[in-house]
């Protein structure tokens, strides 16, 4: 498995050997979704919040007796059926949605997304990315010359919504900064690449892949430390 490595101008540089383990990985929908939706509940915040019959004031004294007025009996006007009472089965905001997601299947579903992307003509790799200072011009012009490295990258420079996910070796203010004032574009450490971000864009550039590689594949040696124990 090869693939071309480009420039920051979009001039083909060398080709180089993808790792099997990375982007030879078969598809798994049901792992991926696993992933994606207990990320997805890891990061709710609960802001909705209701008071049970417990919270709300007032509602102390039985509000009649219990026999001889010809009305329902009630004890308490904090009854959710009463004006004024407390909420039944509301939303509360100390649930806690978290779930649990194993080291093993984050980096397996990474892998997986990864190869799916690659197979599909989705993923470019850069052999850098510099910028003296930041500067929108610099990285819009080198968003065009890398949509026509290849036919397969041209919706990088057209595609208005979620166009790139923008794979830094290390983190870089200038490039950070400079790709900032483009919203279909996100930019992030190599080393921070989740299933999440990838999957919300359209391609993914990785600069320096071969330190790249070394991440990701340290998340899959991290894995298997962790499955041991």
Not at 4 to 23: C, D, H, R, S, W
Not at 102 to 111: E, G, P, T
Not at 114 to 130: A, C, Q, R, T
Request: net charge positive; glycine share 6%; aromatic share 6%.
């Amino acid at each position: 498995m090869e693939a071309t490595v480009y420039n920051q101008k979009g001039k083909e540089v060398t080709k180089m050997a993808l790792p099997e383990a990375i982007f030879g990985v078969a598809w798994n929908s049901d792992l991926v979704s696993q992933v994606v939706n207990s990320m997805n509940t890891n990061s709710r915040v609960p802001v909705a919040h209701t008071k049970d019959r417990g919270d709300v004031s007032g509602g102390g004294k039985k509000p009649w007796q219990q026999k001889g007025t010809g009305r329902a009996r009630h004890g308490s006007s904090r009854s959710p059926i009463w004006v004024g009472g407390g909420v039944a089965h509301g939303p509360r905001n100390e649930k806690n949605f978290d779930r649990k997601v194993n080291r093993k299947m984050k980096a397996k579903a990474l892998y997986a997304v990864l190869s799916k992307k690659y197979s599909s003509g989705e993923i470019l790799f850069v052999d850098s990315l510099s910028f003296d200072t930041p500067k929108t011009k610099d990285a819009r012009e080198t968003i065009i010359a890398l949509s026509k490295a290849h036919k397969d990258f041209g919706e990088l420079s057209t595609k208005r919504n979620n166009a790139a996910v923008i794979a830094t070796d290390e983190k870089d203010i200038n490039t950070e900064k400079s790709f900032a004032n483009f919203s279909n574009m996100t930019t992030l450490e190599a080393r921070n690449m989740n299933v999440l971000d990838i999957l919300q864009s359209k391609f993914i550039v990785i600069e320096n892949p071969e330190k790249t590689f070394d991440f990701l594949l340290g998340k899959k040696i991290l894995a298997k430390k962790t499955a041991k124990k």
